[in-house]
Structure formats: structure tokens, C-alpha cells
């Protein structure tokens, strides 16, 4: 079984940090400028732009998620926000997806052992530690 933790950090942090990039390029920032402010190569941001990375995951069908990842992009783009909490911005969005159950289906289709109908894992262990307002700014 893939446990919660490596589907976090092989799959669903990579899917957020994607969709991070395509907010940033598409709200004027250059593929240096971004790679600057997360900390990554130019060539990783361009593999998130080509879909080579962060790809299993489609995290714009989730309009809070894809809300909660737009703001963040601005806060970055306008300097509000420093390079710690801009990862600490990611796992909080990680942790909120994870405890309403979104990612779900798509650990089942990564680790076939997983049942979603019957694990509730994520909603039992990091529901207990947020709640509602993890989002809120």
C-alpha cells in the first residue's frame, strides 16, 4: 500500500506545484521569475509547464483547491509572502485536500489496494488537526 505520505510526495504535492507555475505564468511572471520564488531550476518549472511533471493529478476540477492555489500565486507574485510560507501555503492546501477526500479516487488509481469506499484514513487523521478555515487568509 502507497501510505497517505508518499501519494503526498510523489503525486499531489507535485499536482500543486504545477498548477502554482501555470497560475504564476499566467498572471505575468517569467518561467526564471518562478523558478526564482519557489526554489526550483528553470527546467523544472518548464516540466511542469509541459505537463513532464506534477501531471497524474488535475487539480483545476477543484474549485476551492484551484481558489486556495490562485491567491497564493498572487500573494507570491505581489511579494506578500516570503519563501517558507510559500511551502507552508502548499502543504496546508495538500492537508485540506486530503482531509475532504478529493484525492481519493486518484490514490485508488495509483495503488489498486485502496478502497475508497472504505478508507477514511485522511479525513480521520488530518481532519482531526484542520477544519474548514485551513484556506482562509
Partial sequence: ????????YRYLIPS???RLVEKLIDIGLTQKEVARKLGLSVSAVSR?????RGATIDLASYSDLDEAISKLAIDIR????DFHDIHLWIYRIA???????YMCRWHA???LNINPDLC???PKLIGSLTDSSLLAR
Avoid: H, T, W
Avoid at 505581489?78 to 509572502?81: F, G, P, Q, S, W
Avoid at 492537508?95 to 477526500?101: E, G, I, Q, V, W
Fill in 48 to 52: 511542469y509547464l509541459s505537463m513532464k
Fill in 78 to 81: 505581489d511579494n506578500r509572502i
Fill in 109 to 111: 488509481k495509483i495503488d
Fill in 1 to 8: 500500500m502507497i501510505s497517505i505520505f508518499e501519494f503526498g
Fill in 16 to 18: 500543486i506545484k504545477r
Fill in 95 to 101: 492537508f485540506y485536500a486530503l482531509s475532504r477526500r
Fill in 120 to 122: 477514511f484514513i485522511c
